[in-house]
């Protein structure tokens, strides 16, 4: 599971207020990086439509914010993309910040599926 | 003369009945090959124009569906290979859109084989030898990436050397092969224009796995077992094994493709002293005649090309060229979050993250069985992709994730494009189970993607059902096109629909 991917997933678990559910807590146990061609201007675009915090709380690299101009900061881009495509959680566990649930993780697969009593 | 650009033009070309190939090569003239490829019925359109973007060649669109026609330079052969629409390829050697047969059956076929001695097979051969060359350097690196035992594919049925006819049970249309002076067993004949059917069967049940996978693997299994190959010496004459394969569609023929097939290919074996051999062939001819529509050419392609990123199949496996032509409909640009919320496995995402990389792509399933089969072919594809100068292969933007279909785990609207081969009654599930499954999935979908911009395309076969859902979730998704398509025999439906302005509610509603 690529960090970019974490930054859209959201618990479903249901009963949980509105917001609840994101952005779910990683638990690495086993974590690999593997190289992906970089693109500057498909990184750069990204940026709007990131959940900054939990991007950060994911990845402790980052600045506290994206900077004006970041568009143009290739150091920056290369950073961001980095942490959002190459970095992968292969086992571990995602918890649910509002009802503290536990999704595994296990060979880069997260399982999100809900139990027939919970759903 | 060229090829007009415009579908549909075929009758305003230069008049008489017959169009002769590309002019014969001239000293110092470079080779032309026009070529025939054929492509999932319905997307002859999205076909064209991948051919225009990425040879600059316009084509023609048949009126035999499922199939279109444009003109390369020869070297753009690899080109040409690497098209990601395409089924089959075929070179031709000459095409009459207006043949008229005579209606005693002798007086036809006598017609046929006469026609042989006429054609202009020598630059299409030249083309086919230009082919051969580059198919010999595939091949060996093909053998590195199956999966699967080698199992005899559809042309080598039980290891029957140069003899039985085929009968190939999964053809509705007439297809016939013959080697010379066999009689054959069977065949069928189509009264009526019919669609074509995929011929490798595209859709497969489990058990039959191994029946699936051969396709992939007949060139290498054949490469070891063709006449002659690696083995004559530079000046050595090598004769030739050849077959013919004739599809003939409509209801005003005198003869049957059997017969059709039988007295061309002995016409051709006069001509050239080629050796007839059903299995073990070099040159497949093929004789397509489609009501007075006649098209001769060479075969490029021993197998389908649709199934080139898939290694682990299941049960509903999406053709490759199929998945293609269902993410070009949606016009997928640089950014894009696009999601199969039903990938099976992962027909769809991988063929995505092959040709659009600059887009993200998200395969999720709620079967275990087909999420581990996605992540198996993604790891197909990256050992693929192993760069020769490290160890590590270069991932690719895609992930899989095991998720309920109608409670998606994703955030309101962050999602571009939904792209996915929902369920058919038949296969998995039921009918029934469609009807709740269908507004649910709409639902669902409408809310992960992106108010205004975001667009789904889903195939179907279960139309009725589909329209139905559909109805009910009008303030969310609008249908703006649909392509029909033909899905392993079956009639189904692409649509391709655009998310409404309206913002999505977070909490489900009740059903």
Known sequence: MKLLTHNLLSSHVPGLRPGGGFPLRIEAAEVRVRPVPFNAAFVSRLVPRLRWDALREAAESLPPEPTPGYEADEEFLRRLHHVLLEVEVLEGSLQCPDSGRRFPISRGVPNLLLSEDEA | ?511
């Open chain 2, 1 to 511: 003369p060229s090829l007009s650009g415009q579908p549909g033009m075929a009758e305003a070309e230069a008049a008489g009945d017959a169009w002769l190939g590309p002019a014969a090569a001239q000293e110092g003239a470079e080779l032309a090959a026009v070529i025939g490829a054929t492509v999932p019925t319905g997307f002859e359109q999205t076909a064209a124009e991948e051919v225009r973007e990425k040879l600059g060649s316009a084509s023609r669109i048949s009126k035999d569906r499922g199939k279109i026609y444009f003109e390369v330079p020869a070297r753009s052969l690899p080109q040409v290979h690497r098209l990601r629409s395409v089924d089959n390829l075929f070179v031709i050697v000459q095409e009459f859109k207006d043949y008229q047969f005579k209606e005693n059956k002798e007086d036809a076929l006598k017609d046929l084989e006469d026609l042989v001695k006429k054609l202009p097979w020598t630059d299409p051969m030249k083309v086919w030898e230009l082919n051969n060359s580059l198919k010999k350097k595939k091949t060996k690196r093909k053998k590195h990436n199956l999966q699967s035992p080698a199992s005899r594919g559809k042309l080598s049925d039980g290891g029957e050397e140069g003899g039985a006819d085929q009968n190939n049970t999964n053809d509705q249309e007439d297809c016939a092969q013959n080697p010379v002076a066999v009689e054959p067993t069977g065949g069928q004949d189509t009264e009526n224009p019919q669609e074509v059917t995929s011929r490798n069967g595209v859709e497969e049940e489990e058990d039959n796995e191994q029946s699936d996978v051969k396709v992939e693997v007949q060139a290498s299994s054949e490469s070891g077992t063709k006449a002659g190959e690696d083995q004559k010496g530079e000046g050595e004459v090598k004769v030739l094994r050849f077959r013919v394969t004739c599809n003939r569609a409509g209801d005003k023929h005198s003869f049957t493709s059997n017969e059709a097939a039988r007295d061309f290919g002995g016409a051709v074996q006069e001509h050239f002293q080629w050796k007839a051999d059903m299995t073990n062939f070099d040159v497949e001819v093929l004789l397509n005649i489609h009501n007075n529509e006649v098209v001769v050419g060479i075969a490029l392609t021993e197998e389908s090309l649709h199934r080139r990123n898939i290694t682990h199949f299941g049960p509903t496996t999406l053709r490759s060229t199929l998945a293609y032509g269902m993410l070009r409909l949606c016009d997928p640009q640089p950014t894009d979050i696009i999601v199969d919320p039903m990938c099976g496995t992962g027909a769809i995402p991988i063929e995505g993250a092959a040709e659009w990389p600059y887009c993200y792509h998200i395969a999720g399933d709620n079967n275990p069985q087909a999420v581990k089969r996605a992540a198996n072919n993604i790891s197909s594809l990256l050992r693929k992709n192993e760069s020769k100068d490290s160890s590590t292969a270069l991932g690719v933007p895609l992930d899989v994730i095991q998720w309920d279909i109608c409670n998606l785990p994703l955030r309101t609207g962050s999602v571009d494009i939904v792209v996915t081969d929902m369920p058919f009654g038949k296969r998995i599930g039921s009918k029934k189970k469609n009807w709740d499954l269908y507004p649910a999935c709409l639902m669902e979908m409408g809310r992960i993607c992106t108010p205004g911009t975001g667009r789904a395309v889903l195939l179907t076969q279960d139309k009725k059902c589909f329209a139905k859902a559909l109805s009910r979730v009008g303030h969310i998704w609008r249908r703006a096109q649909t392509v029909w398509v033909n899905v392993g025999g079956l009639h189904a439906a692409v649509y391709l629909l655009r998310r409404t302005s309206e913002p999505a509610q977070d909490t489900r509603p009740f059903w």
